[in-house]
């Protein structure tokens, strides 16, 4: 009989750790497979005692490294030094516990803001250390790259299989839908809920122009199961749809629209700032691997996370 593989999610109870419990349930739950997934409720990750309690008391095999300390744009200009610190104190905890309790194999996650600032496009898995990534977000940003540097040095200095995922712009049911701090798809959906609420227009900020490449947390959640049981590079490997289904935000915002039947008046606020205006990345890595994984159709996914949040609203509103 096959050994059971125990499975530790950090930061599970966030967008992406909701994304990969719906596709363990959907999937239905493997006999050789026992789930934990855990929140900063169950320990603080920064603190290595409590780290270690808490691998003493699951016991892992297998871990799937999300927790970080994260924030919107504004959050990360004002505190750029302590999403550095935190977050890489929080990944070295994470993957030296790994270590010292023998666990198989780590997936951590990235990000697309790791990337180099200057760069050539489509953005491709060779080219994370090939720059300093956008001044915004250096702290956050270099800290998500460390896990790349210490995924080889684990590698190389003790054997072990540690290695990590960059998604594009996630989005989904559980998604952080805070006007201040959230990112652009919540952000768009919960300012079209608050303008049906009040009767007043829509608001799209900037011209609506940028380029993005979204992928659903549910999708993320199936690739996150493939990744666990099925890759075994050490490099990271973009997780995204293809450059083809990149679209603006302009074109985000009239789904949205649409999903949630607002009748109400349309307008762009051209004063406030556009933001990047894209980072286009290539999947052409993940599609030599899996060429027939059907991503869901993004007007299908907004839709579903429209009715989540209509459902939600009460709770997820801050």
Not at 69 to 86: S, W
Request: aromatic share 10%; glycine share 8%; with cysteine.
């Amino acid at each position: 009989m096959a050994e059971t593989k125990v499975i530790l999610v950090t930061g599970g109870s966030g967008l992406v750790g909701n994304g990969i419990k719906a596709a363990v349930e959907k999937e239905g739950k493997r006999a050789d497979e026992e789930w934990h997934f855990v929140s900063s409720k169950d320990a603080d990750l920064q603190d290595r005692e409590a780290t270690e309690a808490l691998f003493e008391k699951i016991k892992p095999t297998h871990v799937i490294h999300l927790a970080a300390l994260v924030g919107g744009l504004f959050r990360n200009l004002k505190y750029n030094l302590d999403f550095f610190r935190v977050n890489s104190q929080i990944n070295d905890i994470v993957l030296s516990t790994s270590h010292k309790f023998g666990v198989k194999k780590v997936v951590s996650c990235l990000s697309t803001c790791i990337f180099p600032d200057k760069t050539t496009y489509p953005i491709d898995e060779t080219m994370v250390h090939n720059g300093p990534p956008h001044d915004s977000n250096f702290g956050y940003s270099f800290s998500k790259r460390m896990i790349d540097v210490q995924n080889k040095g684990y590698h190389m200095q003790h054997g072990c299989n540690f290695t990590s995922v960059i998604p594009t712009n996630v989005f989904g049911p559980h998604d952080n839908f805070n006007l201040e701090d959230g990112h652009v798809l919540p952000g768009l959906i919960r300012k079209v809920f608050d303008a049906e609420a009040s009767g007043n227009p829509f608001v799209i900020w900037g011209t609506g122009s940028p380029r993005r490449q979204f992928i659903y947390s549910l999708d993320l959640g199936r690739l996150f199961l493939w990744v666990m049981r099925e890759y075994t590079e050490v490099s990271p490997i973009i997780l995204s749809v293809g450059e083809e289904d990149e679209i603006s935000i302009k074109e985000a915002a009239d789904l949205v629209v649409e999903a949630v039947g607002f009748k109400g008046e349309v307008i762009q606020d051209t004063s406030k700032s556009d933001g990047q205006f894209k980072k286009t990345a290539s999947n052409a890595k993940l599609r030599k691997y899996l060429p027939d994984f059907k991503f869901t159709p993004i007007k299908q996914a907004i839709k579903e996370t429209c009715d989540w949040y209509a459902a939600n609203a009460d709770k997820v509103r801050k």
